[in-house]
Each structure stands twice: as structure tokens, then as C-alpha cells.
């Protein structure tokens, strides 16, 4: 069995991505395929992401990791959604929680009980249905529960945390694991002549470093994917047009939100992501209606502390490679293409690439009909961000800013277009190609961003309208109790420290 594995996979580029990698590989090959990760000191990495989606903890359970370790490692802080400030219209806010609306058995229905009580003018607002909105509003957390009888098992959450710091951590762990790091500067790439796959990746100096399987976390270069392999980059400027972000860290004001904060502007939207030590912001917004140096000025003049550095400016397009993975080399991370921050999927992205990767594991020889397959799952997974992230500017109220007024009028996909309308009817969400963002997420936004269903499932209706009104009372009172009992978020993390 042994001899049917790659002898050697080069990782070429750290970061989050490279170690993520790394990391993984490690788990799961072990010693039996030898790993090397290639970087250069001299390199910076872009660590602009350092807010994630509940999928995290699976990966840091795949690795093992010890929670309160990690998160002290990383100065992280727990996630319990998004808050969106501004988004709808100016003065509007609402709340994305991870986890599920209601309780029990019945959860992925609470909504369209809502929906028939709204219809007589009663059932309060949504968001008093979703025990993470509550935990959150109140500054509250604490662990999920195992036991599904438990309103506590409903708790969905992930992680901020800094991003490099998350990278050195998974370095540690996988050096452990036998991974070799080499500081190196990759200037070339050198293709074999018969099959135009790769040879070796040559570094400052001539040394060739050659591998059986390649992968490419070289960022938004693509020095593999792309500058050699010419993969091709697909382009959604046209629906996503902030191109730019500046980001800057602050001090905190002493009190440590459990979610992360998206207050929208003319021109984009800024970010704000609370860690132990630190705050971590930006404002991701379009050169084609916001001059580099004003917007700049409008990130510092919404800091909730001090500016702890000078702010960073990122380019980018949006998009993504039209083949994540060619011949023998696969990317991850930017160098496979980038989506704003806007719902947390950077590190995410990178954690299904992996999951991907080990699901479509290679041999010595490359099999092409399981890179048509990934690179297939890969594109419907970027697609699907890529609608989400649109919903969020497409169905607005804000209106007198070339930017706003440019997102609300302008055509969106096909697929979107299909997934709202679904919407608009009976308040159903689709079940296509969701497995990235669950009811939940669909759900909050469409509803926070003004798409209000004209009915309810008719199904509601074998439910004498009394009982509906009991069991959403009852759910209601049961969350608000349950978030009220918890400690607050800062003496949580203050009791793992303890621990």
C-alpha cells in the first residue's frame, strides 16, 4: 500500500494556509510521505483574517488541538455570529448566529411558526427565538452541550483569533509531526518536459526542490497554479466590487464581544474582531468610489481605542481559479482565489481545500478524474460564497451613494436570483449546495437584509394556532433564561486561563 503514496508533497508558502496544511497532512499521512514547507522569512503574509465559521472546530478536533491552549496561544476569543450594522439601511442592525433558531427537534421550523404568528401581528422579532442573538446581546457563553435535550446544544460558535499567532501554533504542531521547514525564496518553477507537470520549485540561488505533489500557498501571486501552470482566474469584480481593505489593529475598551461586527459605510463596509489583547479592524472598500488615502481617514476615525500600528493596504480580486488544482499541484488560500471577509470564509475555504485534498488524496500517479471532481466541488463551493456575499449588497434600502446605489441596481447570478425568490414565496430556503452557510445563516440575512416571505409553509397549519403560541412563548422564555444564567464572555475566557 505504502508504494502507491507520494514519496514527498512540497508545500510552497506558509501562513495560515501553508500550515493549515502542513498540519493536516501530518495527521494524516504521518511519516509515511514525507512533507516539507517552503517559505521565506522575508516574506510577509497578508493575516487579514481572524474571524472564522463553526467549521473551525471540526478541523482543530481533526488535529486534536486543546481548546484553552490554542485559544491562549492565539489570544483568541469565541464567535457567536455577525452583527451587521447599517446594512439595510442607516440605523438598522441585526444578527447573524451560528447554531439555529429555537430548540429541540423542531428547530429548522421555528421560523415559519414566526412567520404565521407575524401574520397576526404577533411573535415579537426572530432574533428572541436564537439563543446565540441572546448570548451575544447580553455578552454572554458558554461551552455547548453534548446532550441534544439541552436548550445548551443549539450553541454554535467559532473563533477570533490571530491569525499569525494561529499560524506559528500549527507550525509547532506539525514540526512535532515530522514536518521539515525550509527558509527559502521560490524564484522559479520548473516543468517536466514530457507531461508539463511539475519538476521542482528553484529558490534564490539555483537549489531545486522537487516533490512528487505540489502545493501552492503562494498567495495572491500563484507563483505554481497560475504563473506556471496557468490555471486561469475567473473574475467577480462586476458583483463584488470592493477591491481594496485597509487594516489596522486597536486597543480594546475592556470588554470583549462574543461576534464579530460589520458596520456598513458609502463605500464598502468596515470590520471590527475583538481578541484578548487587541482589536483587529478594516475597511474593505471600492477605489472605483473611495480614494485610498480618505478611506484610510475613515478607518481611523471609527476606532473604538487606539491605533496600535499603521494601517495596511490590501488589493485584491475578487475571484477565484478557474482550476484549483492542475497537474500536480494544488492551491489553497489566496493563491486559489479570494472572497472578501465579509462572513468569515478565508480560513474556512482553505479548511475544505484540505478536506478535499484528503478525500481525493493522490497517488504516484495523478488521476484526472479525481481532479475534474475537485476542482468541480470547488467551484460550487466559491459560487456559493460568492451568492451569499451578493446577497448581502443586492437586497438593500441604502440608496444615495454611487456604491449602494451601483450593489442595489446591478444584475446578480441566476442562482441567487432563484434562491430568493424560493424565499420570497414560503419563506424556504434551498438545499442546493448549502453545506457551507446551513438555514440558519440564509435565513438571518435574507430576513435582516428586508426580504419578507408573502406566506408561511402551509404545513404550519396542522398546528392549532394556540399550541403555536404556547410552544414559541415557551422557547422564547426557556433562551432568555438560559442566556441569563451564563457567565459573561470575559469570565469565561478568564476561567480557561485559570484552567
Request: one cysteine or more; glycine letters at 10%; aromatic letters at 10%.
Amino acid at each position: 500500500m505504502a508504494e502507491t503514496l507520494p514519496r514527498e508533497i512540497l508545500i510552497v508558502g506558509g501562513g495560515t494556509a501553508g500550515w493549515m496544511a502542513a498540519a493536516a497532512l501530518a495527521r494524516a499521512v504521518g511519516r509515511q510521505v514525507r512533507i516539507r514547507l517552503v517559505e521565506s522569512s522575508s516574506i510577509g503574509t497578508v493575516g487579514v483574517g481572524e474571524a472564522t465559521i463553526p467549521a473551525i472546530r471540526d478541523f482543530n478536533r481533526l488535529l486534536g488541538l486543546e481548546e484553552a491552549d490554542f485559544l491562549a496561544f492565539t489570544q483568541g476569543t469565541y464567535k457567536l455570529g455577525i452583527e451587521f450594522r447599517g446594512w439595510r439601511r442607516e440605523g438598522h442592525s441585526y444578527f447573524h448566529p451560528f447554531g439555529v433558531y429555537g430548540g429541540g427537534l423542531e428547530a429548522n421550523y421555528t421560523h415559519q411558526y414566526w412567520l404565521r404568528l407575524c401574520q397576526m401581528g404577533e411573535g415579537g422579532v426572530l432574533a428572541d427565538y436564537s439563543l446565540c442573538t441572546v448570548m451575544a446581546t447580553l455578552g454572554r457563553y458558554t461551552s455547548p452541550a453534548m446532550d441534544p435535550r439541552s436548550i445548551l446544544s443549539v450553541v454554535g460558535s467559532a473563533y477570533q483569533f490571530d491569525a499569525a499567532l494561529y499560524a506559528q501554533y500549527l507550525r509547532r504542531y506539525a514540526e512535532r509531526l515530522g514536518v521539515v521547514r525550509l527558509d527559502r525564496k521560490i524564484v522559479d518553477v520548473a516543468l517536466r518536459g514530457e507531461d508539463g507537470f511539475i519538476d521542482a520549485v528553484i529558490a534564490e540561488g539555483g537549489e531545486r526542490l522537487g516533490a512528487d505533489f505540489f502545493i501552492d500557498c503562494t498567495g495572491f501571486a500563484g507563483l505554481l497554479i497560475e504563473k506556471a501552470l496557468k490555471a486561469g482566474y475567473e473574475e467577480w469584480g462586476h458583483w463584488l466590487t470592493c477591491d481594496r481593505a485597509w487594516a489596522v489593529p486597536s486597543a480594546g475598551d475592556g470588554r470583549i464581544t462574543p461576534f464579530t461586527r460589520s458596520t456598513a459605510r458609502d463605500a464598502g463596509w468596515q470590520w471590527r474582531i475583538p481578541l484578548r489583547h487587541r482589536v483587529g479592524n478594516g475597511y474593505v472598500f471600492s477605489s472605483n468610489h473611495l480614494g485610498e488615502d480618505e478611506a484610510r481617514q475613515i478607518l481611523l476615525a471609527n476606532l473604538d481605542g487606539a491605533a496600535l500600528a499603521e494601517p495596511k493596504l490590501l488589493r485584491f480580486t475578487t475571484g477565484r481559479r478557474r482550476r484549483a488544482w492542475v497537474k500536480n499541484c494544488l492551491s489553497l488560500g489566496l493563491a486559489s482565489g479570494f472572497l472578501e471577509p465579509l462572513e468569515s470564509t478565508s480560513i474556512h475555504l482553505i479548511q475544505t481545500g484540505i478536506t478535499r485534498l484528503l478525500d481525493f488524496f493522490p497517488g504516484r500517479v495523478i488521476n484526472p478524474v479525481e481532479v475534474d471532481e475537485y476542482n468541480a466541488l470547488s467551484q460550487a463551493e466559491y459560487e456559493a460564497v460568492r451568492d451569499f456575499l451578493i446577497l448581502h449588497y443586492h437586497v438593500t434600502e441604502r440608496a444615495g451613494t454611487a456604491f449602494w446605489d451601483h450593489c442595489r441596481n446591478m444584475d446578480i447570478p441566476d442562482s441567487l436570483r432563484a434562491r430568493i425568490a424560493l424565499f420570497q414565496q414560503k419563506g424556504r430556503i434551498s438545499t442546493r449546495a448549502r453545506a457551507l452557510f446551513s438555514d440558519t445563516s440564509w435565513l438571518s440575512v435574507m430576513l435582516g437584509q428586508g426580504i419578507m416571505p408573502e406566506a408561511y409553509d402551509p404545513l404550519v397549519d396542522l398546528h392549532p394556532l394556540e399550541t403555536v403560541r404556547e410552544r414559541m412563548t415557551t422557547m422564547r422564555n426557556r433562551i432568555r433564561q438560559a442566556a441569563t444564567s451564563m457567565p459573561t464572555h470575559e469570565a469565561f475566557l478568564a476561567g480557561l486561563r485559570a484552567a
